[in-house]
């Protein structure tokens, strides 16, 4: 089997698995929202952490096609028409729908301990837009020039620019993330840290890990000697993508399964306190009534008249 070949396999395969997360993410996300739903029908699925993963899923999808596309044409996935086009505009989406759950997930914190930073980064998260999809530029040049012009300075512009977008998403993510894990580090030293924000911080170091090897491989293909091995590479590349969804999606789950069981120990813990307090109530009860029992009353008292 040739690098190719390879290539497209992989690239089938992680389609089929942005497709079985995209299922999972709706299941579990309509089992957990409707499946709490007060009578009203106030459904919280728009949330900001759904909202991100539901981006990312579909647009994981779209990677994968389009990488599809260009390998099967025996073409280099940054010199395929159209294809290459949607293949930057899905890769920009994934980036900022991260960068939208890595903020938000930081925002609070910032907001109450680091005013000035929150109000920088909020400055700036509108401008992450511009920043990532910079890379489908050069790709809509390319369709448009049909004489060639620009054919021998584009290569390098091509890869140039989603390396730039690669960094941007890291460093975003690290810089929220070494917020997250400081303030954790500081809470902890004073009291038991929340095993939610520990379970968010071990997921979100786990993802910007992944996140530097997909940049490491990113970086790799662009050294690639020719198309296939482009292909191959970025392929590979991508596939982080796949691997951080995942996380974001154990992540979920997680939290769910850790908010229902504090929910039942706070239902016990609430059980309990009722049942001793009506125990309580029936020992007062009881007093009462002894004590009433006790006390002499008018026809009990016997006058001797004679």
Sequence with gaps: MDTNHIALVLSLLFAALSCLELLVFASITAAFEFGRAPASGNVKFWTPFNISLLAMACSQIGIFGCMGISISNERNALDNGLASVF???????????????????????????????????????????????????????????????????????????PLLAAIGAVLFDT????????????????????????????????????????????????????????????????????????????????????????????????LRNNIQESGRELDRTARRETAKANTPTDAMIVLDTK
């Design 87 to 161: 293949l930057q505009i899905f890769i920009g989406n994934v980036q900022l729908a991260y960068c939208f759950f890595s903020w938000h997930k930081s925002q609070s914190i910032m907001k109450r301990f680091m005013p000035i930073l929150h109000r920088i980064s909020v400055w700036l998260l509108p401008t992450c837009p511009l920043f990532f999809y910079a890379q489908v530029i050069p790709e809509i040049i390319h369709v448009a020039d049909t004489s060639g012009v620009l054919r021998t300075t584009l290569p390098t512009i091509e890869i140039l620019c």
């Design 175 to 270: 810089v929220f993330m070494y917020i997250y894990c400081r303030h954790l580090a500081i809470v902890s030293t004073v009291v038991a840290p929340d095993p939610e924000l520990v379970m968010v911080r071990t997921h979100g170091i786990a993802s910007c890990t992944l996140l530097y090897l997909g940049f490491v491989i990113h970086v790799a293909a662009s050294a690639a000697p020719n198309a296939a091995a482009y292909n191959l590479v970025a392929t590979i590349a991508n596939g982080v993508f796949v691997l951080v969804f995942g996380l974001l999606l154990s992540l979920k789950i997680r939290l769910r399964r850790l908010a229902r069981a504090v929910a039942r120990v706070q239902d016990t813990d609430a």
